[in-house]
Each structure stands twice: as C-alpha cells, then as structure tokens.
C-alpha cells in the first residue's frame, strides 16, 4: 500500500511538472496533491467549508464558500475545521501562462502579493458559475484537443478577472504576535529556495532585501523580528544555508565550482570563493578534494 502510494505521488509531481498545470476536484484528491511543489506553482481553490487560512502575517476565518490564490513565492498553512469540506483546486506555473514581459504581473496582482487580498467570499450565483469554470478545466484536461493549453489558460485567466471584480474577504486578523509570524514566514520562505536542483535555476533571493521586499514589508521591520525571536540577525540566517546548500553540492554533486557558484547567485566564481572561505575558513576546492 504505501509502494502505492508513493507511486501515485511521484506520477502526480511528475504530470504537474511536465504539464505546468493540473486541475482537482478537492473530495477526490486524496494526500496526492499534498505533494507538489509550493515554490513552483500558484494556486486557487474554490472551496465550501470551514477552516483557518494563515497567509504570510495574516489568519483569515472562513466559513462558506471562498476563492483562495496562493502564491508560491508566500508561505501559507490551511486548516480545515468542518468535516465536510468540497471543491476545486487548479495549479499552474507562471511560464504555463506564458506570462513573457508581463511576468512580475501575477506577483505584483492584488490576488497574490503578500500584502493584498488572497481570499474572496463568494455568494451561491457566483460559486455555481466558478464551478462550472473549474469542471471545464478538468473535463478539458482529459481530451487530446490540440489547442486544449490555450483554452485552459483562458478558463484561469477568466477566473482572476471574475475575481478582481469581487470585494475581498475582511474576516481577518493580524498574528498575535506578528514579530513572531514574520519571522516564521521569512524562515519558511528561506528554505524554500532549496535545494538547489539545477545550474539553470540560480537563487533568486540572496539578502534581507530581497526577502523583505518579496514579503512586502521593510527591512529593518524584517531584521527586527527576525533578531528579537532567534537572537541572530537576517543575514546570519541566510549565509548558514547557503553556505549549507554549497557544502551539499560541493560533496554531492558533479558540478563545476563555477556552477555552484552561479547557482547560488554569485556572479562570479572569486566572489563565491572569497565568500565561502570568510563563512568557513577553507576554500571550496580544498571542501571537494577533503571528501574524495
């Protein structure tokens, strides 16, 4: 049973990866959708039920039906409180959209970055045509149509526009203690960006900038937070796992020194050397060569 079930997972992350996109009703997805990728994939539900949804400083209650859009880039944790609990949930990566200049316009959409409005109530008409939306996609999915893509993205794009119409959810409240929250979304945000899986996908995100910016708030609010709940600062975070990503590599994979080095984010490979040797006191080479 459990050779099984990690099969199904592995053919479900598999599909989603190849395709970019995959559509569910939520009753019939069982734990295999429980597997995919946060950090590559957006996401909306059209869900009937009570639960709890906390996303980046905010908890929002919600009982009835709701549009939720998750961004991959935002960390977020769902609990479901009624024991009945139905819809539809869709995933889809920004290159499935074939987004091309327009690429930062979902993250800076008011339905996905972290400082707007990530849940909609919808009322019976609306949640009948949303569903009717949401089962197209996923009888389409199943055809060979030639052009099936484009007709999908069109069915998501429908649903954002129909969404952006419609007010957002007030039901919310800030985290009691936001110091604490932020800092568990910077950290969870963090080791999303690992690990590391190929030199075409560099780090993007490599200072405390960079993460309170995706976060949308300041920096030194970020540094703050980070410092009063784990006693060390936002960049002592960061440099520990990068510099644990390239002790992994360095033991564990192939790859150049000047790939590793890129697919960190350095732009070159003495920066990456000179920051490796400050971090450890050795080299990235002298690392390789202790472990042949």
Known sequence: MQK???????????????????VFEIESDSNVTRIYSRK?????????????????????ETDGTVLFFGNPHIPYSWETISTSYVGYTCLFSENFLKLSDRSESLQQSPLFKIGGTPILKIP????????????????????????KDDLIRNYINLIIHEALKLQPSENYDQHKNAASRITSVFLELLERQFPIENTNRPL??????????????????LNRAVKEVTGKPTT?????????EAK????????????????LGFEYPT?????????????????REMEV
């Open 4 to 22: 099984e079930k990690v099969r199904a997972f592995s053919a479900f992350n598999n599909e989603l990866k190849l395709k970019g996109f995959n």
């Open 40 to 60: 590559d994939f957006y996401k909306i539900c059209l869900t009937t039920g009570k639960s709890i949804i906390h996303y980046a400083d905010r908890s929002f």
């Open 124 to 147: 019976d008409k609306q949640r009948e045509f949303l569903s009717t939306i949401f089962k197209k996609m996923i009888d389409e999915q199943q055809t060979d149509y030639a052009y």
């Open 204 to 221: 993007q995100l490599k200072a405390a900038q960079d993460y309170a910016r995706s976060l949308n708030v300041h920096v030194n609010y």
């Open 236 to 244: 002592a975070h960061i440099s520990e796992r990068i510099i644990s």
């Open 248 to 263: 992994a590599l360095l033991q564990h994979t192939c790859w150049n020194i000047s790939d590793i080095a890129f697919a």
């Open 271 to 287: 920066y990456f050397n000179n920051y490796f040797k400050r971090m450890t006191g050795t080299n990235p080479k002298s690392l």
